[in-house]
């Protein structure tokens, strides 16, 4: 890749840790900071082109997933909109065409929980959409260059963490879905105040097409990071990866 001046929304207290480093190591941070600050800023504002995008993704592909999870703690939050600004329709994305999403049947359906958690009851829809709800008005940020405002409602995914006794020491929290996708994220991404277990999008059930019968909502990660059709939660300390993962994408992709 070839070495690019930092991207002016470097932020300010990047560009000063910078100064301390020899030339070379400033060039590599400066470039990863060029990524980091292009997804702050698209995390943030209204119109996001394409090429924004896939300049940030492009900078932010070989980026320090350590260096990034300590700038960016938990306490950061993504931007929240007005019911007037959500996208209809919503775009539909997968690994596969509309019509391929995964049918699963409510019925008898429980999430499977496994690793490092407590002895949890069978976790039946009706359970689940029990727990306390809450809601947010986020964009949704695709890394193939595009972005849509949705409206999602579900549990606190850290409330449910809690209710199955997850160690909040272990590291990752991996999503096991119906279409045989897969993602993990961090434990402190698990436990951001705005990362949510999903039931309810637009004000209704979750329609199969965009993850029935749960997704994980993410709004401080790119939308690779946000699985549909949920079937199974691990919790432990080893790296598992992820489908897009797999074929080259930034796993730690967000804030
Ligand atoms: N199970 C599953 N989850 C998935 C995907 C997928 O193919 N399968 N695609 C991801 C990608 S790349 C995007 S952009 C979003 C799209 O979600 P949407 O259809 O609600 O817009 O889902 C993410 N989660
Ligand atoms: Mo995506």
């Not at 306390?132 to 409330?159: K, L, M, N, Y």
């Amino acid at each position: 890749m070839p070495s690019r001046p930092p991207h002016p929304d470097t932020p300010v207290i990047l560009r000063e840790a910078a100064g301390r480093l020899d030339a070379p190591t400033r060039r590599l941070f400066l470039r990863r900071a060029a990524g980091l600050g292009t997804l702050t800023l698209l995390a943030g504002c209204d119109v996001v082109d394409g090429t924004s995008a896939e300049r940030a993704l492009d900078a932010m592909s070989d980026f320090n997933d350590r260096v990034q999870a300590w700038l960016f703690g938990p306490g950061r939050l993504a931007r929240e909109y007005q019911a007037s600004e959500i996208t209809r329709p919503f775009p539909f994305n997968a690994f596969y065409r509309r019509g391929g999403s995964p049918e699963v049947d409510p019925g008898g359906f429980t999430l499977e929980v496994a690793g490092r958690v407590q002895e949890a009851p069978p976790w039946t829809l009706d359970r689940l959409r029990a727990l306390p709800r809450v809601s947010q008005i986020t964009r949704h940020i695709c890394i193939e260059g595009w972005s849509a405002i949705g409206h999602w409602e579900g549990a606190r995914f850290s409330d449910f963490l809690d209710r199955i006794g997850a160690d909040a020491r272990a590291r990752y929290v991996t999503f096991r879905c119906a279409d045989n996708y897969v993602t993990s994220i961090d434990m402190a991404t698990a436990r951001h105040p705005q990362t949510q277990l999903t039931f309810w999008f637009d004000g209704a059930t979750l329609p199969r097409d965009y993850g029935f019968p749960m997704k994980l909502r993410v709004p401080t990660k790119l939308g690779f990071k946000n699985p549909k059709h949920i079937v199974a939660i691990e919790v432990g300390d080893e790296f598992t990866g992820g489908y897009w993962e797999t074929y080259g994408y930034n796993w730690f992709s967000g804030l």
